[in-house]
């Protein structure tokens, strides 16, 4: 059971370029979502699905989109990529439940250059 | 329009002694609370939570206060150890599933 898989770990992307962040969960939840950490911002909401074939809109959407085909994978795609997209990107699953307690994978460090 | 707000952007304190984190909420439609720790290079973990029908919730030598009166929660570690060094962040839920919203974070340092 690996839980929440994150790749890559590390990217250095050139402004305008694109790129996939691959998530994927082995522990059957329904619910995904990806969020960004900046300093002194705390965790945002970019994306999220409650199933498969469902997707909305978090706190910071733009520049950002997402597809979920399969319960198990949610990747995160960068259009074209800008400095302003510098940041730690964490993806996180769990039950539909608001009680239900949301995993968390390791973090994809990305840099815009 | 930040809805979860962690004022205190670091706390430093001695081994054993109490650590006292809080975090301020705006919206009342929030009704789950949450308290994630995170380590340098790794997600965040789930701490502890606490329903808005409850006042306090305690795990071991982490207890969490909810005063929804004044729309505060707080985390209270005793004893602090070296070991919890980390960056707590306070998230709220509610109205829709589990999605959540993160306060700021606090970085905890406890000094041996």
């Known amino acids: 059971n690996a839980g929440v898989t994150q790749t890559p770990k590390f990217q250095v992307l050139k402004t305008g370029q694109s790129m996939t962040l691959q998530c994927a969960q082995d522990m059957n939840h329904e619910y995904m979502s990806w969020y960004r950490q900046d300093p002194g911002m705390g965790l945002r909401l970019i994306h999220y699905s409650v199933g498969a074939g469902i997707t909305d809109q978090g706190e910071v959407p733009n520049g950002y989109n997402v597809s979920r085909s399969t319960t198990e994978d949610f990747p995160l795609r960068l259009l074209s990529a800008a400095p302003s997209q510098t940041s730690v990107y964490f993806c996180?699953?769990?039950?539909?439940?608001?009680?239900?307690?949301?995993?968390f994978g390791p973090g994809t460090r990305l840099t815009v250059l | 329009d930040q809805q979860v707000k962690q004022n205190s952007p670091s706390l430093s304190v001695q081994e054993g002694r109490i650590s006292i984190l809080n975090c301020d909420y705006t919206n009342s439609m929030f009704d789950y609370f949450l308290w994630y720790k995170k380590y340098p290079a790794e997600g965040p973990t789930f701490l502890i939570s606490?329903?808005?029908?409850?006042d306090k919730n305690e795990d071991g030598r982490f207890t969490v206060f909810l005063n929804k009166s004044a729309k505060h929660l707080s985390l209270h570690i005793v004893p602090s150890q070296p070991g919890d060094s980390a960056v707590y962040f306070c998230?709220?839920?509610?109205?829709?599933?589990?999605?959540?919203?993160f306060g700021e974070g606090t970085q905890l340092t406890v000094n041996p």
């Open positions: 996180a699953s769990s039950g539909r439940g608001t009680a239900d307690t949301q995993y």
């Open positions: 606490i329903s808005s029908i409850k």
């Open positions: 998230a709220a839920s509610g109205g829709y599933g589990s999605r959540l919203t």
